[in-house]
Nanobody, 128 residues
Framework: QVQLVESGGGLVQAGGSLRLSCAAS????????MAWFRQAPGKEREFVAV????????RYADSVKGRFTISRDNAKNTVYLQMNSLRPEDTAIYYC?????????????????????WGQGTQVTVSS
């Protein structure tokens, strides 16, 4: 049974920081592409950031570039999202996602359909 469990969400003032964690269990995630998506109230779920299994390649949504950093610790089966300079428009439920196929095309990694496994999400609320 594959499980992804997010943590680290909460309420923060605009300009503040949060660090989200996604702990993976049930399979070896060292060769998995890992990503973060988010869904704001009344909106579609959208891509935030992705990291390749080797951590050599990362991609970010334009809206978070320069403020968010994705990283991973394969020894701990954990991926992180460091969020700085938070804005009210960053308010959303943040989801962790995993694709365990090391041969999957990274070019598709910005799409939700690329991912086999999803966490339950963690709420991030940024007050103005």
């Amino acid at each position: 049974q594959v499980q992804l469990v997010e943590s680290g969400g909460g309420l923060v003032q605009a300009g503040g920081s949060l660090r989200l964690s996604c702990a993976a269990s049930g399979r070896t995630f060292s060769r998995a592409t890992m990503a973060w998506f988010r869904q704001a109230p009344g909106k579609e779920r959208e891509f935030v950031a992705v990291i390749s299994w080797s951590a050599g390649v990362t991609r970010y949504a334009d809206s978070v570039k320069g403020r968010f950093t994705i990283s991973r610790d394969n020894a701990k089966n954990t991926v992180y999202l460091q969020m700085n300079s938070l804005r009210p428009e960053d308010t959303a439920i943040y989801y962790c996602a995993a694709n365990l196929n090391p041969f999957s095309a990274f070019s598709a990694a910005l799409r939700q359909t690329h991912y086999e496994y999803w966490g339950q999400g963690t709420q991030v609320t940024v007050s103005s």
